[in-house]
């Protein structure tokens, strides 16, 4: 039995329409890494590494991992996410942050989004 991780993060990042920019950005990962790991069989990294893109994918390390041992390609229904892009990468600077300042940014936010809604 084998793992390729590279292919199973693929299929995800497709799944949801992500580019590998995207998931670079969303993950805190280069472009670079993010293509070598999708394209190659070197399956060298870091358990941060794989959360980081796990978290970006809204699943988690496992279970990535899990579906990385498939035998056979097999389209698995799980975390289907329909948000959009932008909307990930300002949730992605929002963890960044320190709580406190997040909190701000988001209370902020609603307010800016009322005003707006209001014509």
């Not at 995800?12 to 998931?23: G, P, V």
């Not at 190659?40 to 390390?61: C, E, F, G, P, V």
């Not at 209370?107 to 009322?114: G, Q, T």
Request: charged share 35%.
């Amino acid at each position: 039995m084998s793992i390729n991780l590279g292919k199973e993060i693929c299929r995800r990042r497709r799944e949801q329409k992500l580019t590998q920019e995207d998931l670079a950005e969303l993950s805190d990962l280069s472009v670079n890494f993010i293509s070598r790991l999708e394209r190659t069989k070197n399956q060298n990294i870091s358990i941060q590494k794989l959360d980081s893109i796990a978290r970006a994918l809204n699943t988690t390390t496992p279970d990535i991992i899990m579906n990385a041992y498939r035998f056979k390609e097999v389209k698995v229904e799980n975390h289907h996410d329909n948000t959009p892009v932008f909307i990930k990468k300002v949730l992605n600077e929002l963890r960044k942050m320190d709580p406190e300042k997040a909190e701000r940014v988001c209370k902020s936010f609603i307010i800016l989004a009322k005003e707006i809604n209001k014509d």
